[in-house]
Structure formats: structure tokens, C-alpha cells
């Protein structure tokens, strides 16, 4: 059974940093696309980030600029790395995994931009 393990949320002022990681567990094949999501109070999910099997990323124009995906194919483990946040970045962080004949999602993870 399939796992995602996501960490690296808080709180944290505007301005600042911080690192979230999804790790998948499990019997996982063929990844393809690995995803953030992130759904505020209220509104719905929204897409992030993603990075393919080759490396390709690409951004919402929101995060852009400040937004880092990443990911470590040896460790099934998907990154993203924000910079210079905001009060609207306030959200539930979500992974996705998409594989050959899957999608697998992580059970979120708070982050909270305040001063």
C-alpha cells in the first residue's frame, strides 16, 4: 500500500522560509508527475507546482519567483521550497504522485504565514 509522508509546515512570519517534503512509501512504479497542491479556508484546492520525470517544473503565476519544487527520484520524495512568504500562502499543503495507472495524495500539511 502506497504512502505519502508529508512534513515541513508551521508557522511563520511573512518574509520567511520554509521547506515542505512529501515522501512516498510503499510499492510505487513509473512516477511520472509529482504535484503540489493547497487548498485556504474556504476556497478550493488550488495547484502549486510540479515537476515531471525529466526535471521539467512549472509554477502558478502566484508563487512564482519564490517557489522551489524539487525532487529526489531515489528517495521517492517530492520538496518544495518557499521563500519570501506571504499571509495568502496561508494553507493546507497537498502532495500528488502520478504514476502509469495511479494518483496518490498526501493527508496535507498546515502552513500558516502571520506575523
Known amino acids: 500500500q502506497v504512502q505519502l509522508v508529508e512534513s515541513g509546515g508551521g508557522l511563520v512570519q511573512p518574509g520567511g522560509s520554509l521547506r515542505l517534503s512529501c515522501a512516498a512509501s510503499?510499492?510505487?512504479?513509473?512516477?511520472?508527475?509529482m504535484d503540489w497542491y493547497r487548498q485556504a479556508p474556504g476556497k478550493q484546492r488550488e495547484w502549486v507546482a510540479d515537476?515531471?520525470?525529466?526535471?521539467?517544473?512549472e509554477y502558478a503565476d502566484s508563487v512564482k519567483g519564490r517557489f522551489t519544487i524539487s525532487r529526489d527520484n531515489a528517495k521517492n520524495t517530492v520538496y518544495l521550497q518557499m521563500n519570501d512568504l506571504k499571509p495568502e500562502d496561508t494553507a493546507v499543503y497537498y502532495c500528488?504522485?502520478?504514476?502509469?495507472?495511479?494518483?496518490?495524495w498526501g493527508q496535507g500539511t498546515q502552513v500558516t504565514v502571520s506575523s
Open positions: 515537476i515531471n520525470s525529466g526535471g521539467t517544473t
Open positions: 510503499g510499492s510505487i512504479f513509473s512516477i511520472r508527475t
Open positions: 500528488r504522485i502520478l504514476t502509469d495507472v495511479n494518483n496518490y
